[in-house]
Every structure is written in structure tokens, then in C-alpha cells.
């Protein structure tokens, strides 16, 4: 079945570093969406791209849907404490566009 | 709007017992969904319907039952708990996506389910 990988599994780094992490499948996706989950809460959607090589951002955060359609990138830049949570991407399961599948996620801790 | 309402927040079972995990949203969406969160695996789809009365399967079914008499409601059962269904469970909804894109989907708080 369809499969996201998603790497690093996690990341502690200080305030102010830019964070770069990745999404990674083994089919073709036609959506990639960004979620973060905070502590003790649901997912919350930050960035949806729908057209491969399409750079979307929202505040300091950037992503990039792949050219090859079978990854996508999330960039933090300038990270503060409030920054630290789960990342998850998530893309629809082949034929289904309202049945997400999600990745693995990546564990952001920023230190003050 | 509450949105996505979960209930409880927090449950502790011993092995054999049922329960149900409530979820409902005032959004009016179609689309419902459960999953479960467990360490290192991210979010994994178990049940989700595209409607009242209709209900699919998602990756991780067994063990679970879900019904959806209401657009509103979408309940997961546990007949018989296990302590391997020990996890944290989202349920999720959104609106039907007919422009071929996927929507947005809003996620509960969550319950945080401990099988003893």
C-alpha cells in the first residue's frame, strides 16, 4: 500500500535555526498537506500544495511539492520555542481523495 | 462552531471491557474518520464513513466497530478492549472535496485510551 516516509524522525535544535525536514512516497501523490500537532492536541493543517513544483509558505513556514510528485519539503525559518511539535505530512490514498494518509511525523524540540 | 468534540478525554480500561469513544462536529461535513496515534507510527486510518450509513474500513479495522446514523455523530466501539489498543485516538471530519483536490480535514483533542 501507499506509504509516507518522513525524515528525521526528530529534530532538537535552538531558537533562532532554520528547520528543514521531508516527505518522502512510493506512488505519485496529486496533494501534500502539512499538519502540526501540538502537545496534548489534534493535527492542525498549515500548508496545502496541490501542483507539483508549487512553493507555498504561511509566516515563517515554507513548503515545496516535488517536481517528481513523490516528495515534498517543509521549512521552518527563524524557529521560536512555540514552533515545537509534530510535523506530519499527509496526501490522499490513491483513488480516494477525501482519505488521507499520513506519514510518520517529526518531532521538532526547540531550545530558548 | 465547536467543530470536532471528542469524549472522554482520558479513559483507563482493564482488558475485556467496551466502551465508546464519542465524536461529533457541527460543521455539517460528510466525511468522518478515526484514527489512532500510537509512538513512532503517526496517525493510522481506522475506520471512516462518507456519510450517515455509510462506513468503510481504513488500514487498522479489527477490534473496532463504527456506525453513523447522524451526519453529526460518528461513534467507535471497543467490543472486547486489549491492551494493544492502548493509544491516543483522533477522530477527524471534512467537507467533500469535489473539485478533485483534497480538503482540509479538522481533528478532535482527542482521547487518550489505556488498556490494562
Known amino acids: 500500500g501507499q506509504q509516507l516516509n518522513q525524515s528525521p524522525q526528530s529534530m532538537f535544535i535552538q531558537e533562532g535555526e532554520d528547520v528543514s525536514m521531508n516527505c518522502t512516497s512510493s506512488s505519485i501523490f496529486n496533494t501534500w498537506l502539512w499538519y502540526k500537532q501540538d502537545p496534548g492536541e489534534g493535527p492542525v493543517l498549515l500548508i496545502a500544495?496541490?501542483?507539483?513544483?508549487e512553493l507555498t509558505s504561511n509566516g515563517r513556514l515554507t513548503a515545496q511539492f516535488g517536481i517528481t510528485r513523490k516528495d515534498s519539503f517543509l521549512n521552518i525559518s527563524a524557529s521560536i520555542p512555540s514552533d515545537v511539535g509534530i510535523y506530519f505530512c499527509?496526501?490522499?490514498?490513491?483513488?480516494?481523495?477525501?482519505?488521507?494518509?499520513f506519514g510518520t511525523g517529526t518531532l521538532l524540540a526547540v531550545q530558548p | 462552531n465547536a467543530g470536532v468534540t471528542q469524549t472522554p478525554k482520558f479513559q483507563v480500561l482493564k482488558t475485556g471491557q467496551s466502551m465508546t469513544l464519542q465524536c461529533a462536529q457541527d460543521?455539517?461535513?460528510?466525511?468522518m474518520s478515526w484514527y489512532r496515534q500510537d509512538p513512532g507510527m503517526g496517525l493510522r486510518l481506522i475506520h471512516y464513513?462518507?456519510?450517515?450509513?455509510?462506513?468503510d474500513q481504513g488500514e487498522v479495522p479489527n477490534g473496532y466497530n463504527v456506525s453513523r446514523s447522524t451526519t453529526e455523530d460518528f461513534p467507535l466501539r471497543l467490543l472486547s478492549a486489549a491492551p494493544s489498543q492502548t493509544s491516543v485516538y483522533f477522530c477527524a471530519s471534512l467537507r467533500a472535496s469535489r473539485s478533485g483536490r483534497a480538503s482540509e480535514q479538522f481533528f478532535g483533542p482527542g482521547t487518550r485510551l489505556t488498556v490494562l
Open positions: 464513513s462518507v456519510g450517515a450509513g455509510i462506513t
Open positions: 500544495l496541490y501542483k507539483a513544483g
Open positions: 499527509a496526501g490522499p490514498s490513491s483513488g480516494a481523495t477525501n482519505k488521507l494518509i
Open positions: 460543521m455539517n461535513h460528510e466525511y
